[in-house]
């Protein structure tokens, strides 16, 4: 049995003063920041590749180590009942609305290392920042980074389970959420000493009058920094999402002796409905208008605004000399316009039934998570393009540009936190926009960016 405990940190840094004068701090933000993300990259529940799933004991492992470089930031900290991992200040107005940064420290399977881990590591060194300069006793109003336990929903299939109890967007129900091997929210939680009720799990929620804003650091997961040449962003808005489990079935028989007239194959008739999904996603515009109505006329707005992909399938009996008996697999639809991934979702359905009928199999499919897009607040954005602008001005080589601004077809941690409290996101140049890859990679000298940004941020709270 594995529980999380909080071992001190240690080591001051070397201030970094740059050639003009001011602070750069290097040492923190960029070689330490990126010595700890490579070390968090190598916690992983499997050999060979990267995966941390809700309280997996890689998962523990993480939030041990993210523990002990928030006490050495100075901060004050403790683990909560849904395994998120909490920093706080304690300035000098204890009271004052909390400024909260964060992202997840869990990952998808064969992840990349900085999808989570870069929006914590960054926030934490920011504050190592202002610790070492002096500066983390004066903040005008608490600072608080949390490093949310499950944002992917990899294990249990539903995602935020960390921020959306903060959030208190997260039915109580999610504690009975079962894995594939039958274990539950709750179970998983009280082998790691977690032992939640009903009472403490609503407790988790914070008072949103008791919250300033959150702000998230994020790789950009998608390439258009790179081709800008500009190591930061800032997030305009957040794409919805939908995810279903759509299941198949049919009369399982013999490969060799069940004629094709007379098959009830559910393996054909799920490529016939994956096919389906893509086109529909692809030509969307042919299917629906862009008040959410179905319709044949063809609609620019709509093209390139919807995403949907089938990440995961599985068969039974999964051999080659039988007809399958069920085939399963997950649905990911993404879209910026709420009612265009509704009116997906409602056409989909339609679609995928008529097909299961035309070819006599059994069609279930089942809503496994619904998130509404989210627009970041304007004012938030703003400080933080200025203080994007402002760090990106003070690095010695990196590109001078105006610092652009994105939509993210990702979901984030910022989607559930927008229930609480006004929230905005920082974007961070990625190679080639690779994500949920091993491929992942970011700059030293970006992640130094982005710790930089951060700290003006701080600054305007001093
Ligand atoms: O799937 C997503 O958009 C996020 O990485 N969880
Ligand atoms: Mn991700
Ligand atoms: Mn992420």
Known sequence: MSCIVAFGGSAAAVLDVGSSGNQLFREILRDEAANRLHELGKISDADGYLERTFMSPASVRASNAILSWMQDAGLRTWVDQMGNVHGRTDSMNANA????????????????????????????????????????????????????????????????????????????????????????????????????????FVQLKYDSQSVWGYIEVHMEQGPVLESLGI???????????????????????????????????????AAELIVLLENLCKHPENFITYDGQCKGSSDESLSGSVVCTVGEISSWPSASNILTAQVTFTVDVRAM?????????????????????????????????????????????????????????KMPGLIQGDVPVLMSGAGHDALAMSHLTKVGMLFVRCRGGISHSPEENVLDDDIWAAGLALVALLETFL
Request: glycine share 8%; charged share 20%; with cysteine.
């Open 337 to 393: 316009v709420d009612i265009t991934r509704e009116a997906i979702i409602s056409e989909l359905s339609n679609l995928m039934y008529q097909t299961c009928r035309r070819r006599s199999v059994y069609c279930n499919i089942e809503h496994k998570h619904d998130a509404a897009s989210v627009h970041c607040d304007p004012e938030l954005s703003s400080q933080l393009k200025f203080a994007a602008g402002s760090a990106v001005k």
């Open 231 to 269: 190591p930061l962003g800032v997030v305009e808005g957040i794409a919805g999402q939908t995810r279903l489990r759509v299941t198949v079935r049919g009369s399982q028989g013999h490969a060799g002796t069940v004629p094709m007239s007379m098959r009830q194959d559910p393996m054909a008739a």
């Open 97 to 200: 609305e909390a400024l909260l940064l964060g992202s997840h420290l869990d990952t998808v399977i064969d992840a990349g290392k900085y999808d989570g881990p870069l929006g914590i590591i960054c926030a934490v060194s920011a504050l190592k920042a202002l610790k070492i300069s002096g500066r983390l006793e004066k903040l005008t109003r608490p600072v608080e980074v949390i490093a949310f336990s499950d944002e992917e929903g990899v294990r249990f299939q539903t995602t935020f389970l960390g921020s959306g109890a903060i959030a208190g967007i997260l039915p109580v129900s999610a504690l009975q959420l079962s894995d594939r091997s039958g274990v539950t929210v709750h179970d998983v939680l009280k082998e790691n000493s977690l032992e939640v009720t009903e009472e403490s």
